[in-house]
C-alpha cells in the first residue's frame, strides 16, 4: 500500500499535516522527539559504560604470586 506513494503524495501528505496541526505545534513536537533521542542515546552510553566497569570490576589478576613480588 505504501509502495505506491510518490513524492506528490509525500507534498500532499505533509501540506495537510501542517494545515491541521500547525508550524509551532509541528515545530514544539520535533523538539520533544529530538529531546527523547538525546536522553535514549545518553541512556544506551551510560548503560554501556556501566557495563564495562562491571566487566573490569569483575576481572581477575591470573599473575603468579611470585611474579607480583618482581615488580
Do not use: C, Q, W, Y
Not at 513524492?7 to 496541526?21: C, K, M, N, R, Y
Not at 505545534?25 to 559504560?49: A, D, H, Q, R, V
Amino acid at each position: 500500500m505504501l509502495n505506491n506513494i510518490g513524492l506528490p503524495g509525500i507534498l500532499l501528505i505533509a501540506v495537510v499535516v501542517l494545515v491541521l496541526f500547525g508550524r509551532g505545534k509541528i515545530s514544539s513536537l520535533m523538539g520533544e522527539i529530538g529531546k527523547g533521542i538525546t536522553s535514549f542515546k545518553k541512556g544506551i552510553s551510560e548503560g554501556n559504560k556501566e557495563l564495562e566497569e562491571d566487566t573490569a570490576a569483575e576481572a581477575k589478576d591470573v599473575t603468579p604470586a611470585t611474579e607480583k613480588d618482581k615488580v
